[in-house]
T-cell receptor, first 114, second 111 residues
Framework: GAVVSQHPSWVICKSGTSVKIECRSLDFQATTMFWYRQFPKQSLMLMATSNEGSKATYEQGVEKDKFLINHASLTLSTLTVTSAHPEDSSFYIC??????????FGAGTRLSVL | EDKVVQSPLSLVVHEGDTVTLNCSYEVTNFRSLLWYKQEKKAPTFLFMLTSSGIEKKSGRLSSILDKKELFSILNITATQTGDSAVYLCADFGTSYGKLTFGQGTILTVHP
């Protein structure tokens, strides 16, 4: 299957700092990528749709200024958690659909805010 | 708004048992239904189903879709401890690429 790379896999930061997470499609181009958040023992919740060359589309209840998304190229989307607080601690996962419309997921980033 | 419901939410079996996981969906514009397996990290793709009645099979895993009754099942035969994971089904519906996930079924296989 297609490969999606997500980096870093784990990050610990102090409250008030910003953290950037990268998502790359390694062997295909993706005009659209998706960012999810997952709490322990819960399913994936879609946060936003990242669109190459245009603004991201955020799901209801997700703060745009808090979770900045940039889709810089056809293979790279970034999620920046700004002024992180402990309640932002979570598992963040990106995905990208390849040409058969099957979505492939990155390995996820575990964010711990102290 | 699309809705995906999985059952059971958790299941504990012994190696060698056969399990059936259920997924029902309500969508306004159905395109396909996908099954994923999630262990400690991100979900890995298992099956994509678009047509009713056609079984998809991969080793001990198989899945089928019923578009009339709006559900899908995932079967795992001769379970192994390595099958322990969360199994997620998701609807690929109205908006391009957007997946709506069910709650997941936590499968635990004991030796």
């Amino acid at each position: 299957g297609a490969v999606v790379s997500q980096h870093p896999s784990w990050v610990i930061c102090k409250s008030g700092t910003s953290v950037k997470i990268e998502c790359r499609s390694l062997d295909f181009q993706a005009t659209t990528m998706f960012w999810y958040r997952q709490f322990p023992k819960q399913s994936l919740m879609l946060m936003a749709t990242s669109n190459e060359g245009s603004k991201a589309t955020y799901e209801q209840g997700v703060e745009k200024d808090k979770f900045l998304i940039n889709h810089a190229s056809l293979t790279l989307s970034t999620l920046t958690v700004t002024s992180a607080h402990p309640e932002d601690s979570s598992f963040y996962i990106c995905s990208a659909p390849e040409r058969k419309n099957i979505q492939y997921f990155g390995a996820g980033t575990r964010l711990s805010v102290l | 708004e699309d809705k995906v419901v999985q059952s059971p939410l958790s299941l504990v079996v012994h190696e060698g048992d056969t399990v059936t996981l259920n997924c029902s969906y309500e969508v306004t514009n159905f395109r396909s239904l996908l099954w994923y397996k999630q262990e400690k990290k991100a979900p890995t793709f298992l099956f994509m189903l678009t047509s009713s009645g056609i079984e998809k099979k991969s080793g001990r895993l198989s899945s089928i879709l019923d578009k009339k009754e709006l559900f899908s099942i995932l079967n795992i035969t001769a379970t192994q401890t390595g099958d322990s994971a969360v199994y997620l089904c998701a609807d690929f519906g109205t908006s391009y690429g957007k997946l709506t996930f069910g709650q997941g079924t936590i499968l635990t296989v004991h030796p």
